[in-house]
C-alpha cells in the first residue's frame, strides 16, 4: 500500500528529527516523523545545550521551557575533580572565576547562555512544540524498513505492527542516529576514528545533596581505583548519570545488573550504605566519524547519522540541531517553489565542515583530559593517589591541580558553539590547531556568519537582533537604506522576506547597532533563516546578490542607497 505523497519523510524523532520537522513546518512544510521505539528514552544522554541551540530555541519558542528543566547556574558553573563523591577534592574550574573579559564577552555575545538539561526533557519540549504547531505526523512503533529514491520521489517503506506501509515523499532525512542503518543502506561511508573507548552509561536516581549541596558541580569526575568514572547531575536534585569505561571483549551489559550497578554508583561516592534506584543502563561506543556525503540523491543525512564525537565538548546534539536549522528552510525553500533544488547541495558544503571541526575540537580535548587524569592511564594515576607513599600521593596531586586550569578551553568554547562562517576561508578544513575558549570568539558582520547579536528596542520592547529574523529572509537597513527593500523585491521576486529599518523599526542605544552589523546609515546587512548573513553592503555601494544558488547575476547598488 502507498500513501498520498508528502513532502518530506523524517526518519527518528530524536531532538534533531523533531527539530528538521519543527522548522520545517515554520515554513509551512508538512512531514512524517517515523519512530521505531514508543516514545521518548528516559534514559538520558547529551545534557549540555550550547549557546548557539539555545539561540535556535528561542527562535521555535521553546528556550523558557527548557530553561526551567534545567539544572541550577550555580551547578552549571563548576566543574570538580575528586577522588570519590565524598572524598578530598583534587581541583575545580569555576567558569565564574574566568578572565573578566571572557565572561563580558560570552555575555554579549547572544541573548542566551549556554545550559544544561538532559536530552529526554530537551526532547519532551521539541515534541510537544511539533505537536502544537500541527504540521507534522509523529509516528511511534514505525520502523522504517527501506528507503529507495525513485529519482523525482522517494518510497519510504515502514511497519507499524503487523501492518506495513510505503510512504511516498518529496524527500527524506535520515536522522535516525548513530545506530541508524540508512547511512550505511544508502552506501555513504564515514572517515575518522570509529573507536576511540567504551563507555556504559549509569542513569540513577539517588540522594547526593550530602555531598552536593555545599559544592555543587554539573561534572563531578571520581579518580579512584575501585570505581573510577564521571558523575553527571540531570536535574541537580536526584537525576544522575554515572559514566564509566567498559571493555565489550570481556563483559557484556547483561552483566551490569541492577546490584552490579548501584554497587559501583557507592564506590564511587565513597559511601557503603547509600540508597540507589538504577533506572536503567546503556553501553555506548566513543567515536570521532563524519559521513563523506551528507546527501544521496533525495535523502539527506543529519545529527548522528551523519557525524559522531566524543562527549569532550558537548557538541554532538547541538551540532545536530544546527544541521535541522540549515537543512530545514533550504528543503522548505525548494519545495515552496522559492529556490532551485541546487540549494540542497550547500547543505553539506556548509554544514560538514563545521562537523569535521567539531570532530576535531571533541578529540583535542579528550586527548588533554588525559593530563587531568581521564584517559587511558586513569587507572595508573589513581594508583599513584591511593599509594602509601605519601610523597608519591602528594605529587600526583600536585601534577593534576596544575592540569585542571588547563582544561577550561573544554568548558568554554564559545568559538565553536557560535563562531564558524560558512564559506570562509579554512570552513572546508574545519580544524583547529588548539581548542578554541571565549577568547577567541569576535563577533564580526561577514557573509556566511551568524548574524551578531546586540540589544534593541522595538515597540518598548527589548529584543535582540536575532529576534528580528522572520522564517523568510530579513534585510535590516540603515535609516537611509530602504531603497535596498525596493531592490531586494526585484531581484527576488518570490522569496519571502521582512525589511527592517535600525532607527525607523527599532532603536538601538546610540549608533551600536549600526556597529554592531557593520552597516553605515545607508548599508543594509541579508538574513537567512538560519540567522546567517547571506549578504551585506557596510556602505551601501556593494552589488545585492542572493548568491548563485537563486540568482545568476547580482544586481546593482540602488542609486538612492
Known sequence: MTAAETPVVIVGAGPV???????????????????????????PRAHVVNTR????????????????????????????????????????????????????????????????????????HLLDAVLAQGMATVRYNTTVLDVTDRGDAVDVTVESGRRRQTLRARYAVAADGAGGALREALGITAGGSADLGHQM??????????????????????????????????????????????DPAVESPDDYSPERCARIIREAVGVDRLDVEIRSVGPWTMTARTADRYRSG???????????????????MNTGLADADNLGWKLA??????????????????????????????????????????????????ARLESPDPAIAAEERRRIAAAIPLQRPHFDSLNQEIGYVYGAAGHAEGVADAPLSAADYSPAPVVGGRLPHTWVERDGVRLSTLDLLVPGFTLIT??????????????AEGVPMETVVVGRDVIG????????????????????????????????????????????????APQSA
Open 333 to 382: 525553500a525548494v519545495l515552496n517553489g522559492w529556490a532551485p533544488e541546487a540549494l540542497l547541495d550547500s547543505y553539506e558544503t556548509e554544514r560538514r565542515p563545521v562537523a569535521v571541526g567539531n570532530a576535531h575540537h571533541s578529540v583535542l580535548n579528550a586527548v588533554k583530559m588525559a593530563e587531568a587524569g581521564i584517559g587511558p592511564d586513569t587507572a595508573g594515576i589513581a
Open 53 to 124: 541551540s539555545m539561540e535556535l530555541l528561542r527562535t521555535w519558542g521553546i528556550a523558557d521551557a527548557v530553561l526551567k528543566d534545567s539544572v541550577d547556574p550555580r551547578w552549571a558553573q563548576h566543574i570538580l575533580w575528586k577522588q570519590t563523591l565524598s572524598g578530598p577534592v583534587l581541583g575545580r574550574i569555576d567558569m565564574a572565576e574566568g578572565p573578566d573579559e571572557h565572561i563580558l564577552r560570552r555575555m554579549a555575545a547572544s541573548p542566551e547562555m549556554i545550559t544544561s538539561c538532559a536530552q529526554d526533557r530537551v526532547q519532551q
Open 478 to 491: 540603515g535609516p537611509a537604506g530602504t531603497a535596498w527593500a525596493e531592490l531586494f523585491a526585484e531581484a
Open 17 to 43: 528529527g523533531l527539530a528538521t520537522a519543527l522548522v520545517l513546518g515554520r515554513h509551512g512544510v508538512p512531514s512524517i516523523v517515523c519512530e521505531q521505539y514508543g516514545g521518548i528514552n528516559p534514559h
Open 201 to 246: 552509561n549509569i542513569y540513577f536516581h539517588a540522594d547526593l545533596s550530602p555531598w552536593t549541596e555545599d559544592s555543587p558541580a554539573l561534572l563531578v569526575w571520581a579518580v579512584n581505583t575501585a570505581s573510577p568514572g564521571v558523575f553527571i547531575g540531570m536535574d541537580g536534585v536526584r537525576r544522575w548519570t554515572f559514566q564509566k569505561s567498559f
Open 298 to 316: 533525495r535523502v539527506l543525512l543529519a545529527g548522528d547519522a551523519a557525524h559522531q564525537f566524543p562527549p569532550t565538548g558537548g557538541l554532538g
Open 509 to 556: 542605544a546610540d549608533n551600536s547597532c549600526l556597529e554592531r552589523l557593520g552597516i553605515a546609515e545607508d548599508g543594509a546587512v541579508l538574513v537567512r533563516p538560519d540567522s546567517h548573513i547571506a549578504w551585506h553592503s557596510g556602505d551601501g555601494t556593494s552589488p545585492f546578490s542572493l548568491g548563485t544558488a537563486f540568482h545568476d547575476v547580482p544586481a546593482a
